[in-house]
């Protein structure tokens, strides 16, 4: 039932949003060099990488320089101009909804990590691996201001890997256990509507 609704929910998004995308494509193509969209590994269910997408937010290379975004007011100086507005309203998450009909991914569930952090987790947090990761979960909304609470350490990373990631597990954990088709159904609108 989930993945009967993420595939046809995501195609009819998709046909629904393509005039908005390609406007996005075009905007993002347009107004700096290195392409329209972001692919990044990440780490799917059963603990398999898949190539994230995205449209590009940030300057050509600048995941070179660290992985993870932080900047006050969510203002890294990596972000171009209408990547901070995308990222503001989350427009650059809507090209993995490609990802949902591939199977890579559900519309809620569990974010995916990129290796790196996923080779810290412990036994019991690896249990976030037996499901799909998806396009938003509780954790997402509760930590949608992440970048500015990163932005206020002095080790951003160690922040990330000591404080938010356990916690973002735990709630990812939480919502494994409990969820229900309508608890999804919460899940999205809160994401659109927060």
Known sequence: ?????????????????????????????????????????????????????????????????????????????????????????KLDELPQLLNVIKGDMSFVGPRPEVEKYVSLYSEAQKKVLNVRPGITDPASIYFRNENDVLSYSDNPEQYYIEEIMPKKIEMSLNYINCRTFCSDIKVIFKTIFH
């Open 1 to 89: 039932m989930k993945r009967l609704f993420d595939f046809v929910f995501s195609l009819l998004g998709l046909i629904i949003l393509s005039p908005f995308l390609i406007i996005i494509s075009l905007i993002v193509g347009l107004t700096s060099s290195g392409g329209v969209f972001y692919k990044q590994e990440r780490i799917g269910r059963k603990g398999r990488g898949f190539v994230l997408y995205k449209f590009r937010s940030m300057l050509f290379g600048a995941d070179k320089k660290g992985l993870l975004s932080y900047g006050r007011g969510g203002r890294d100086n990596r972000v171009t101009s209408i990547g901070f507005f995308l990222r503001k309203y």
